[in-house]
């Protein structure tokens, strides 16, 4: 069974960087699958970030392409997302997510994953 436990999270200035992981107790059962970080603020909808398909693409949500990077480390079965240049919008409760499946256009839909941690916060201050 794919469990996974996010990690990295805190309090940050703005400008600062974090980067945030995600262990997997194994990889979804499938030649073809997708891990993704979303986030959700207060009061506002969980919106997917960033994602990375078996094939090695990757997605990014528009206000965060050219702050982040996410990877993975195949050995350690972890996810990780770099962001730089955090602003205050960035603030968020960040989960992590798993599909057996491609992302393709569906990278950033709620549906699209099976496998959800329970998050980590991030609270970025002006």
């Known amino acids: 069974q794919v469990q996974l436990l996010e990690s990295g999270g805190g309090s940050v200035q703005s400008g600062g960087s974090l980067r945030l992981s995600c262990d997997f107790t194994?990889?979804?059962?499938?030649?073809?699958?997708?891990m993704a970080w979303f986030r959700q603020a207060p009061g506002q909808e969980r919106e997917g970030v960033a994602a990375?398909?078996?094939?090695?693409?990757?997605y990014y949500e528009d206000s965060v392409k050219g702050r982040a990077s996410i990877s993975r480390d195949s050995a350690r079965n972890t996810l990780y997302l770099q962001i730089n240049s955090l602003k205050p919008e960035d603030t968020a409760r960040y989960s992590c997510?798993?599909?057996?499946?491609?992302?393709?256009?569906?990278?950033?839909?709620?549906?699209?994953?099976?496998?959800w941690g329970q998050g980590t916060q991030v609270t970025v201050s002006s």
């Open positions: 194994a990889m979804p059962q499938s030649e073809y699958y997708c």
């Open positions: 997510a798993g599909a057996a499946a491609p992302c393709g256009t569906s990278w950033s839909t709620y549906g699209h994953f099976g496998y």
């Open positions: 990375l398909s078996s094939d090695g693409m990757t």
